[in-house]
């Protein structure tokens, strides 16, 4: 790509962590910093007023550099960033981080308002950067032995798709509203992959807010996604109070089904110490691979895991999803 800055001490990358507002963060920083081909900076100038120092003390607890401004962290011209803002800070960064030349890994949502996330996705492809969604699940061999196994026609003729995804509510990160926003994307991000980007025709969705207890933060969804090809896609998304995996999801044809688990369990059962569930999860950390796959795609110019585009699409099934929400009604999606 030719607008990408890939210059970096040492012959690796150098990579910048955008703030510290969003749970994953530490756990990206700490998986980048322990990659001998990456050169770690984190920013964090928004910390709210009640704890300024929050980014520097973070930093500080896993030795890595950090710098106090948007301007310094751009200055050092990283050839990679992970933004994990506020979502109403995400179009700023990825913007400046374009212009700087810098491929971007970003948190779902892009932004909440789809004006915003098309001028993001504009941004990226003007400056020929990556723009690429953080959506572990996507990445890694399992799941592309999933995708080439349904277009090589091993379940015939896909009709229909059913996802499910419930983590703690403190899995909900930086999102407005509760599990219907920040599940849902990682389900849609999945069928989006297998429907090669076909855009969302209808969408009818129910909710309801018995785990939270506030009205408007929703603590368990239902949402149904009617495609133009015939596929529907029923996405189960949700809080949980005992120890969950996932995204889980299965891809039914004509012929035969498919169940992909992004996070299989290797140990399930009671723990005695702790006095209630454990679960321990098999296989490759997904956070890992999904950064390692990114660094890598950026180098080389491969394009792999969702992009700006399936960010977007993304999105508007769940802006569409809330609308269905309040209304009671299917949402017709036009066409972009």
Not at 125 to 151: E, N, Y
Not at 200 to 215: E, F, I, K, R, T
Not at 257 to 275: N, Q
């Amino acid at each position: 790509m030719s607008g990408a800055n890939t210059g970096a001490r040492g012959g690796g990358v150098k990579v910048a962590v955008l703030s510290f507002a969003h749970e994953r963060a530490e756990t990206y920083a700490r998986l980048l910093r322990d990659m001998p081909e990456v050169d770690l900076v984190t920013a964090d100038p928004d910390a709210a007023p009640g704890d300024p120092a929050r980014g520097r003390a973070m930093a500080e607890r896993l030795g890595v550099s950090h710098v106090d401004s948007w301007d310094e962290v751009f200055a050092a011209r990283p050839g990679a960033v992970v933004v994990t803002s506020e979502v109403d800070r995400r179009r700023e960064l990825v913007e400046r981080a374009a212009e700087a030349g810098a491929h971007v890994l970003c948190e779902h949502p892009l932004a909440a308002k789809e004006a915003d996330a098309k001028a993001m996705v504009d941004a990226c492809d003007t400056a020929g950067v990556r723009l690429t969604l953080a959506s572990p699940a996507c990445f890694g061999g399992a799941f592309a032995a999933v995708r080439q196994g349904i277009a090589d026609g091993v379940v015939g003729t896909l009709s229909t798709i059913h996802g499910t995804y419930h983590c703690a509510p403190a899995a909900r990160g930086a999102v407005d509203g509760g599990a219907l926003g920040a599940n849902a994307p990682f389900l849609l991000d999945l069928v989006d992959a297998v429907l090669d980007g076909e855009p969302a025709a209808q969408v009818y969705a129910q909710a309801n807010h018995v785990l939270s207890g506030q009205s408007g933060v929703e603590s368990a969804a239902l949402v149904s996604v009617r495609y133009p090809s015939g596929t529907v896609a029923a996405i189960d998304c949700g809080w949980s109070l005992s120890p969950a995996g996932g995204p889980f999801v299965t891809f039914v044809g004509d012929r035969a089904s498919v169940e992909y688990d992004a996070c299989p369990r290797l140990l399930d059962g009671f723990d005695a110490a702790t006095g209630g569930a454990r679960w321990e999860p098999g296989g490759a950390d997904p956070y890992s691979l999904m950064l390692k796959d990114f660094l890598s795609a950026t180098g080389d110019g491969r394009r792999t895991g969702p992009d700006g585009a399936a960010g977007l699409r993304a999105l508007r099934v769940v802006q569409a999803a809330y609308e269905s929400v309040h209304t009671g009604q299917p949402v017709d999606i036009a066409a972009p």
